[in-house]
């Protein structure tokens, strides 16, 4: 137990020595013009706000100069999809790598990646939902294909329920990675979804200490039988008096 404490305290010092080193890194890169630059993102960021006022474009589109300004200083960028638009401004190749994380679950507006990035990795599922885009008209939608995807070879992919996963997927047939260790879930929680969807293939890398409180179970209980409704619902037993 001992020799356990000491390698967690040392995977834990290595741990903020990288991201020491990281953030000096990242500071020894910035200049006083990227400073002014990114207050002055700040500030146009406050202005622009939801990004439904009067001026909303005014700011959006000074908030995307002042970061581009920047681009050279800030060694990776995270942000969720629909936040792209207002932070940059689009450019070929403007990134060397573009990670998408959940990518099953990105539509149609997630196609510009491909133009913004010299390389893409797309990490996704196909047994996870995809894009319901509800509240859509489809025959609208198939109109618009046939209108402007007519020279499209596979235009019938272009639907709204497609995700950027989906055309990875027939893309890149032969580039596929697929990942079978899974750290997130106990053993038992993973297990429905392998069996179910996975063929049995993901291997648990999570485990369980010694000192768990034992799971809960479903105990069938005889004669039971359910009063009420909604939130009064109550479920009685049967007493059976001798």
């Known amino acids: 137990?001992?020799?356990?404490?000491?390698?967690?305290?040392?995977?834990?010092?290595?741990?903020?020595?990288?991201?020491?080193?990281?953030?000096?890194?990242?500071?020894?890169?910035l200049t006083d013009t990227h400073r002014?630059?990114?207050?002055?993102?700040?500030?146009?960021?406050?202005?622009?706000?939801q990004g439904t006022g009067k001026y909303a474009t005014r700011y959006r589109r000074e908030s995307q100069h002042h970061l581009s300004e920047c681009l050279d200083a800030i060694p990776a960028w995270v942000m969720p999809?629909?936040?792209i638009w207002d932070t940059v401004e689009p450019a070929p190749e403007m990134f060397d790598v573009i990670i998408v994380d959940e990518a099953s679950?990105?539509?149609?507006?997630?196609?510009?990646?491909f133009y913004l990035g010299k390389k893409i990795i797309i990490v996704g599922d196909d047994k996870q939902i995809s894009p319901d885009a509800v509240g859509l008209e489809r025959v609208n939608v198939h109109n618009l294909m046939d209108d402007y995807l007519h020279d499209f070879a596979f235009r019938d992919q272009f639907h709204v329920q497609s995700s950027l996963f989906d055309h990875a997927k027939r893309l890149y047939p032969t580039r596929q990675i697929t990942l079978r260790e899974?750290?997130?879930?106990?053993?038992?929680?993973?297990?429905?979804?392998?069996?179910?969807?996975?063929?049995?293939?993901?291997?648990?890398?999570?485990?369980?200490?010694?000192?768990?409180?034992p799971p809960l179970e479903y105990v069938f209980v005889s004669g039971g039988?359910?009063?009420?409704s909604k939130s009064k619902t109550v479920n009685h037993t049967s007493v059976v008096h001798f």
């Open 225 to 228: 039988y359910r009063d009420g």
């Open 81 to 83: 999809l629909h936040r």
């Open 36 to 49: 002014q630059h990114m207050v002055a993102w700040q500030n146009s960021m406050k202005l622009l706000g």
């Open 1 to 29: 137990m001992r020799v356990k404490r000491i390698e967690d305290k040392i995977e834990r010092n290595i741990g903020k020595l990288a991201a020491l080193h990281a953030w000096s890194f990242c500071f020894s890169r």
């Open 182 to 213: 899974h750290f997130r879930c106990m053993p038992e929680i993973i297990r429905f979804s392998n069996e179910l969807c996975y063929s049995n293939t993901l291997i648990p890398l999570r485990q369980y200490g010694p000192d768990r409180l």
């Open 105 to 113: 679950q990105c539509g149609l507006e997630a196609l510009p990646l």
